[in-house]
């Protein structure tokens, strides 16, 4: 990806939930609600306090993250969809994308 976002700006690939739920049924895609998890492709060097020093981001690039459901703008680059959003969208690091991969 040749994108570096800015400031406390980061960016964030969907990560795609189960299809079906906990009781078995199968969920159509018409039905499905975006999700609201996902992995951190990149991050900008932070945001600046009143001194004018930057203050890095709490997050980094591969992290799992939860943010809102109308969270960040949704771009289209290199044919993936992504989302830009400043970290305070952020509500939380999950875990490691790369300690998830290996549980599934």
Known sequence: MSFRP??????????DEDTKTAGGIIIPDSAKEKPMQGEVLAVGPGARNEKGEIVPLDVKAGDLVLFGK?????????GDEL??????????????????????
């Open 70 to 78: 109308w969270s960040g703008t949704e771009v289209k680059l290199d």
């Open 83 to 104: 989302l830009i959003m400043k970290e305070s969208d952020i509500m939380g690091v999950l875990k490691s994308a790369k300690s998830a991969r290996k549980a599934a």
């Open 6 to 15: 800015l400031h406390d700006r980061v960016v964030v690939r969907r990560v």
